[in-house]
């Protein structure tokens, strides 16, 4: 009862243009039927991810291994809620990041759970950036 | 205890087979010979109704998967399909999606009634955990039913479930992925609900036969709880049960009636008549009614994975019930203090199940981790403590005794009763406190022509509704449930087959390729569907500033807003369904050129009343003299705006006359059946007394 063939091959790596996305802007990709929310952060955002102290969080991870280095303004998360699956809504919440609607969960800036029942950070995918404005997912 | 059959048969035919396989005797033993405690009350015939509601469920489900189509892009659309095009369809899909409630709704009561009376004790502890089996093969059932559809509910309540697998250490994530047959919740995912859908019946029923089996074996406890000694405690289960099982089947079955053809959508959920869609999250995800409590103490846990075991527990501490509560009385009626904690029992089951329903946040968190100790509490610290302490009152010598003494045994469950009602008061307050602060916000009710058990669709008004529905909505809003055939059904708008057709005729509609392999455009014919106005969601979005004008073909049931307690009760017997309607008329007329103080609308939106958020991306669509009428109705807003939520209505449910009217011929039968029946039981069970 494992995916199939004609499944895994639809979840070969995607290319995003990242052009479009202006700061402070997002955009929703599907890749293997997940919304992969690519999110051009502001200054303030990135600012506000890396002055919060990581002991205090429910899951540690520092905002600079949740993006990669030189392309900081860039975050790349799965966007379903690590409770129960929900999408999380992006610039909403208390912390400048995600909540989700379901139950109540909210994300900062960076991604990483602040509030609410989940037990963990957005899940980031695997991805590279094949140019300045080129990402692939996968 | 198993029956003692005096099955001779006389026919020669009967005869052969008896030598070969005595199934008739088997039969005979079973469901005619077999002893029935005489003293048994109208909460037995539960597992009568149970037999009948499985039977109604695999028979209605076998009909209704000729028509359905397991594909994610057409599962939707199949099911519309049913109830707007088969035969009976309607009929089909209420009987099932109403009778999937009907069925847990027995359900609950016989477990209930098991309970109260102690019929989990001793000899009958597999049988009761058969029953547990029984109940957790429903719930799966339920569930993967539930998917079917696909519609928001449908997908988002799938990936809620399914995710709470992915909370069991190092396995979960691999169990998540074997249920979806993919990377997220999607095609296979439906494809293997469906054929588990499909089967588990058949298990149920197989499990059905061994709960039988036991409980023939043990026989049946009985309201006195002490067991069947002589002749004299028992009848013979044909007639005397049978018939008094016919009478409460027949009962049931009205409650069943009024679901099925007055209030088909009362335990839905409106999203889910809105197709599924993986990209949005409904606000706020409710599991069906009869998953509430669990999903009430799932949610009061802060941790993932604690919360999904203590949900599952809450379930599988039944399995233990025989082992916690010892007490070697069976019937509650001779335990004062079990009794008064059973009915405390119940209601905290209820108002988890009210909190189930609930946003997840404040005082309703904190109420939902108090009621789930109190659960727990009850099985785990009240049983097994009363089993020690409590003096029990003494017990009837026999059945035949209790049945003699059954005058003047009557106590009030006092307690229960008054904290009954100071829960009831409690959450009246919170409700009417939540109903002041949404008041400016709640449509106010209309009268419409179509509501009610005699109501049916003023055709002025829906002719009205389809010519501005054709003069100002088109231009937005499609229409794709709806073929121009469908204006001339009886029910509709009531326009003859010719003028269908000539109204058909007036739309250009794509078809092809031709024999060169091009498209090309041709008149409607009345089987053709009302054309969209783009050609895909994208075109629509770019042609409205983003925002995604919605199909209106089941806009009237897929809006809806909260009616709050206790006017959702009330709602249920005066047949109230028209949030639907009510929306979309105020909404229609809810736009304001200026927003209240304090209130910002983005620039490309506009501000309503009633629209959730109050920023809409449709401006203003009606203003008055837009449309003219031929028969001289005012050409105003509000006489548009109801008109065309009439159309929508009839577009939504275009069988509603025909249900109302079957449904008042039904309940006539049912009524005179349920009379004949309980007269039928009275001479039969004369003898008895």
Not at chain 1, 53 to 80: F, M, Y
Not at chain 1, 88 to 94: D, L, S, T, V
Not at chain 1, 102 to 128: E, F, K, M, T, W
Not at chain 2, 623 to 644: H, I, L, N, R, W
Request: with cysteine; aromatic share 14%; proline share 8%.
């Amino acid at each position: 009862m494992n995916p199939d063939a004609t499944t895994i091959a639809a979840g070969a790596p995607i290319e995003v243009d990242l052009t479009p996305i202006a700061s402070g802007q997002d955009i929703k990709v599907f890749w293997r039927g997940k919304p992969i929310y690519i999110m051009n952060r502001t200054k303030k955002q990135v600012d506000e991810a890396r002055q919060v102290p990581v002991s205090s969080l429910p899951d540690p991870a520092t905002d600079q291994s949740r993006v990669k280095e030189g392309h900081d303004q860039w975050l790349v998360v799965i966007g379903i809620c690590t409770h129960l699956g929900c999408i999380p809504i992006a610039h909403e919440g208390n912390y400048d990041g995600f909540f989700c609607p379901c139950h109540g969960s909210q994300y900062d800036s960076s991604g990483r759970i602040r509030q609410g029942p989940a037990p963990a950070n957005l899940a980031v995918p695997p991805y590279q950036f094949v140019s300045d404005s080129k990402l692939q997912i996968g | 205890m198993s029956g003692p059959s005096d099955y001779q048969p006389t026919n020669p035919v009967l005869q052969w087979i008896e030598r070969r396989l005595p199934i008739f005797g088997l039969m005979h033993s079973s469901f005619v010979a077999y002893p029935t405690p005489r003293n048994l009350n109208y909460w037995w015939t539960f597992g009568a109704i149970l037999s009948f509601m499985l039977g109604v469920q695999i028979l209605t489900g076998v009909i209704l998967a000729m028509h359905y189509t397991p594909e994610a892009t057409m599962a939707f659309h199949s099911v519309e399909a049913i109830v707007r095009d088969v035969n009976y369809g309607w009929l089909m899909r209420n009987m099932h999606a109403s009778g999937a409630s009907m069925f847990f709704f027995a359900v609950y009561v016989h477990m209930f009634r098991g309970l109260y009376y102690g019929s989990y004790k001793e000899p009958r502890e597999i049988l009761w955990i058969l029953g547990v089996i029984i109940y957790l093969l429903m719930m799966a059932t339920g569930f993967m039913g539930y998917v079917l559809p696909w519609g928001q509910m449908s997908f988002w309540g799938a990936t809620v479930i399914t995710n709470l697998f992915s909370a069991i250490p190092y396995v979960g994530d691999s169990i998540v992925t074997l249920l979806w047959g993919g990377y997220s919740v999607g095609n296979p995912t439906l494809n293997r609900f469906f054929s588990l859908h499909y089967l588990l019946p058949f298990v149920i029923a197989g499990v059905v036969v061994l709960h039988i089996w036991a409980l023939h074996v043990a026989g049946q406890n009985n309201p006195a709880g002490v067991e069947a000694k002589t002749e004299k405690d028992t009848v013979a289960f044909t007639p005397y049960a049978t018939i008094k099982d016919l009478f409460g089947v027949s009962c049931f079955m009205i409650l069943f009636a009024w679901f099925i053809f007055y209030m088909p959508n009362y335990l839905g959920d409106a999203d889910n008549y809105i197709p599924a869609n993986p990209g949005v999250t409904p606000a706020h995800i409710v599991p069906e009614w009869y998953y509430l409590p669990f999903y009430a103490m799932l949610r009061s846990i802060p941790n993932k994975l604690a919360g999904v075991v203590v949900m599952f527990s809450s379930i599988l501490i039944l399995v233990f019930l025989p082992w916690l509560d010892t007490a070697k009385t069976k019937s509650c009626t001779y335990r004062p203090l079990a009794k008064q904690f059973f009915w405390i029992f119940v209601i905290v089951g209820i108002l988890l199940g009210y909190l189930g329903a609930q946003p997840p946040e404040g005082i309703y968190v904190i109420a939902g981790r108090v009621l789930t100790f109190c659960y727990f509490a009850y099985f785990l610290i009240v049983l097994p403590l009363l089993s020690r302490v409590e003096k029990a009152k003494p017990l009837p010598n026999s059945i035949a005794d209790d049945v003699l003494a059954k005058t003047g045994r009557k106590t009030a469950p006092m307690v229960s009763t008054v904290i009954a009602l100071m829960i009831a008061g409690a959450l009246f307050a919170g409700s009417t406190q939540n109903a002041r602060a949404a008041e400016d916000e709640t449509p106010p009710s209309q009268t419409w022509s179509f509501s009610g058990p005699f109501g049916k669709f003023d055709r002025g008004a829906l002719q009205r509704g389809l010519k501005v529905y054709k003069e100002v909505c088109s231009a937005c809003h499609s229409l794709n449930y709806i073929a121009f055939r469908n204006i001339a059904d009886p029910g509709g708008p009531g326009y003859s087959e010719a003028q269908a057709k000539s109204f058909a005729a007036e739309y250009k509609i794509k078809d092809g390729p031709n024999d060169q392999g091009e498209m090309f455009e041709r008149p409607g014919r009345p089987a053709d569907y009302f054309p969209a106005p783009f050609p895909n969601e994208q075109a629509a979005r770019a042609a409205n500033g983003g925002g995604l004008p919605p199909d209106l073909s089941l806009i009237t049931k897929a809006r809806s807003y909260e009616r709050g307690f206790p006017k959702f009760i009330f709602d249920f017997f005066t047949q109230f369904q028209e949030q639907g309607p009510n929306y979309v008329d105020a909404l229609l007329q809810g736009f304001e050129d200026k927003p209240p103080p304090g209130v910002t609308i983005p620039e490309g939106s506009y501000y309503n009343k009633y629209f959730p958020g109050h920023a809409i991306k449709m401006p203003k669509p009606l203003s008055d003299g837009q449309v003219t009428f031929d028969d001289g109705s005012p050409a105003t807003v509000a006489q548009y705006a109801k008109d065309v939520t009439t159309f929508l209505m009839w577009a939504a449910d275009p069988h509603m006359e025909a249900r109302k009217h079957l449904g008042f011929q039904v309940f006539v039968f049912l009524i005179i059946f349920a009379g004949m029946m309980y007269f039928t039981k009275k001479k039969v069970w004369a003898e008895a007394h």
